[in-house]
């Protein structure tokens, strides 16, 4: 699962208090964060949206949020369930 954040403000710093995401540029205009951040920038996003308690003002900060699913990978013969 992929998240793709397109952010009207540059600043997240200021939203995301205290989160850790070292390898996502949260300077960046649009990210895309991979599975190992889900839970992380979900409970971000829920912690905003808990801080402004009005979604508002969450939204005003996203341009837009998706969320897609990843593709599971095929099965190969050598890995077909018995």
């Known amino acids: ?3 793709k ?3 009207k403000d ?3 710093q200021n939203y995301l208090k205290g989160i850790e995401l070292s390898d996502v540029p949260l300077t960046e205009k649009e990210v895309e964060i991979s ?3 889900y839970l992380t920038i979900s409970s971000a996003l829920l912690q905003i949206v808990g801080e ?3 979604t508002d ?3 005003q900060f996203w341009e837009s949020i ?3 699913k990843e593709p599971e990978p095929a099965l190969t013969e ?4 018995v």
């Open 5 to 7: 954040i397109k952010f």
């Open 52 to 54: 402004y308690g009005d």
């Open 66 to 68: 998706e969320i897609r």
């Open 1 to 3: 699962m992929k998240i």
């Open 10 to 12: 540059y600043d997240l």
């Open 35 to 37: 599975n190992s951040h």
């Open 57 to 59: 003002k969450f939204f």
């Open 78 to 81: 050598d890995r077909k369930e």
